[in-house]
C-alpha cells in the first residue's frame, strides 16, 4: 500500500521539481568555461546607480530589473563583457527565447536600449575597446545605434 503511493508521489515530485528548477537545470548543463565566468560577473555589482541616466532609461532599468532576475542575479548582466548594441541585442533575444522567460518584445526592446545606453556610460572604455577592433561596418553600425538611443531619452 505504502509502496503504490510512493511509487504515484515519486514522479509528481520529480515533474515538479522540473518545472520549478528549469533556469537552475539549464546553469547545470553550462560547460566549466562558462560557469567560471557567470560566477565571476555574478561577485561583481549587483545594481547600477541610475540616478544621473534620462527618466525613460531609469523606468527600463526597472523593467531590466525584474525580468532578468528570474533565474540569475542581475550582477550577471550588469558584470557580463557584453557592452555594443549587436551583443545586447543577440543576447536580450538569447534570454527572451529561454523557456518560462516572461519577456515579450515591448519588455525586450526597452532591456536592450537600457543596456545599450547603460554600457555607453558605465563600461565605455570597454564600448571603445570593442569598437577599435570591430570591422569598420560593425563600427559604424554601433556607434548610430549609441547615437540613436542617446537622442531618444536625452530630450
Ligand atoms: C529563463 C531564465 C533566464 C532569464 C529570464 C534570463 N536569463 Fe540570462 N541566463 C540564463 C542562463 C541559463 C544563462 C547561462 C548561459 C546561457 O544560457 O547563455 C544565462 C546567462 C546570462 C549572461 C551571461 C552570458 C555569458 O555566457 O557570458 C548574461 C549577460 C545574461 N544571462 C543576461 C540576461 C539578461 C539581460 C536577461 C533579461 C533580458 C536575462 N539574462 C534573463 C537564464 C536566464
Redesign the pocket.
Known sequence: MTTNIKLIILPLCLTALTLTG??RA??D??DEA?KA??AK?EQGAASVDVSHYPSGIQENYEV?SQ??????RLS??IN???ALPAE?ER??K???H??????NGG??KK?FDF?VYDSSVRKKAMVDDKLAKATPEEKAAAEAKIKEIHAKYEK
Do not use: E, N
Open positions: 528549469s533556469a539549464a546553469d548543463q553550462l562558462t565566468r557567470v560577473f531590466f525580468k532578468c532576475t528570474q533565474c540569475h550577471r548582466p557580463s563583457d557584453y545586447w543576447y536580450v538569447r534570454m527572451m529561454k523557456p518560462g522567460s516572461g519577456i519588455d525586450a532591456i543596456l
